[in-house]
């Protein structure tokens, strides 16, 4: 039986003989993979991984730097267009997370003083998190500094090769959903 692929790869970036950008030592260790189909849909998978944990970690440098996580500059981020507030449930789906993970969050930023609970005026047992007025001017300083480091990460990657790039994100999250969200 083959050994599992497993991330992350340190390697190098290289191009390879078509010119496209490769991981030579994650193409090494899938050698194995005898279907070329098959490979080049590993590899490609691998890539993705790898590209969304430095994104994370990216990500998550850039939330330190504003005493945050990721998590509660994400929640902040979505709140920061919801002035009114989101529903909890509906928060943990907008965050793609789960409803546990979501209280955790909202809880810790309550306490921090940038969010406040509020109940829902048409359903008393609905309960909605928006931001308070710490909250609003914590984003508010932190938003534009994450709209460049964004912004900076796709600076060699053309307009429409970013419009591809969400097109087959998409596509991927579309198909896993079609397999029921399982590898």
């Known amino acids: 039986m083959n050994e599992p692929i497993i991330q992350p790869y340190s390697g190098n ?5 078509d010119g496209l950008l490769c991981m030579p030592e994650a193409r090494a260790r899938m ?3 005898t279907d070329p189909d098959h ?8 890539a993705l991984r790898w590209a969304g944990k430095e994104l994370h970690m990216a990500t998550e440098r850039l939330a ?4 945050l996580s990721e998590g509660r500059l994400q929640v902040l981020m979505i709140l920061k267009h919801h002035p009114n507030g989101v529903a909890l449930g509906e928060l943990a789906r907008m965050g793609n997370t789960s409803a546990r993970n979501m209280t955790w969050l909202i809880d810790h930023l309550e306490q921090d003083g940038l969010v406040v609970r509020v109940q829902d005026p048409s359903d008393r047992r609905s309960v909605h998190a928006r931001l308070s007025e710490g909250g609003l001017a914590s984003i508010e300083k932190v938003w534009e500094s994450v709209i460049q ?3 900076h990460l796709t600076n060699e990657i053309s307009p429409s090769e970013l419009d591809q ?15 029921g969200g399982a590898l």
Not at 39 to 46: I, P
Not at 64 to 67: M, S, T, V
């Open 13 to 17: 970036i290289v191009a390879d003989t």
């Open 31 to 33: 050698s194995a993979i």
């Open 149 to 151: 480091t964004q912004s």
């Open 165 to 179: 790039f969400r097109h087959l994100c998409l596509r991927m999250v579309e198909s896993i959903r079609k397999q």
């Open 64 to 67: 330190e730097k504003h005493d």
């Open 39 to 46: 490979r080049r849909a590993v590899e490609a998978l691998a």
